[in-house]
């Protein structure tokens, strides 16, 4: 059973940066992708990268340029660094790994990113 913990989250400005951990274990991570997902209030959960066991990322087109998910094997960590944060950012952040075409039903505590003025 996956264990997710996500930090990294805080209150920054438009047009500023965070970086977003998540380690985690439970799992061999290095056989998972992992994703990196989003909730806003009173909207529904969305992914917004992926990096696949190789390291190939995928991101979401609202966050395409600006956002980079990277993975250290080493560490049981994945980031995601988030430049030229926007209001619509605004969202608890949480992690996620997948085996195969399977995402976890385990979710770790989030951690809150807020964007502003």
């Known amino acids: 059973q996956v264990q997710l913990v996500e930090s990294g989250g805080g209150l920054v400005q438009f047009g500023g940066s965070l970086r977003l951990s998540c380690v985690t274990s439970g799992i061999i991570f290095s056989h998972y992708s992992m994703g990196w997902y989003r909730q806003a209030p009173g909207k529904q959960r969305e992914l917004v990268a992926l990096i696949t066991t190789v390291g190939r990322p995928h991101y979401a087109d609202s966050v395409k340029g600006r956002f980079t998910i990277s993975r250290d094997n080493a560490k049981s960590t994945v980031y995601l660094q988030m430049n030229n944060l926007k209001h619509e950012d605004t969202a608890v952040y949480y992690c996620?790994?997948?085996?195969?075409?399977?995402?976890?039903?385990?979710w770790g505590q989030g951690t809150q990113v807020t964007v502003s003025s």
């Open positions: 996620n790994a997948r085996w195969g075409s399977q995402w976890s039903d385990q």
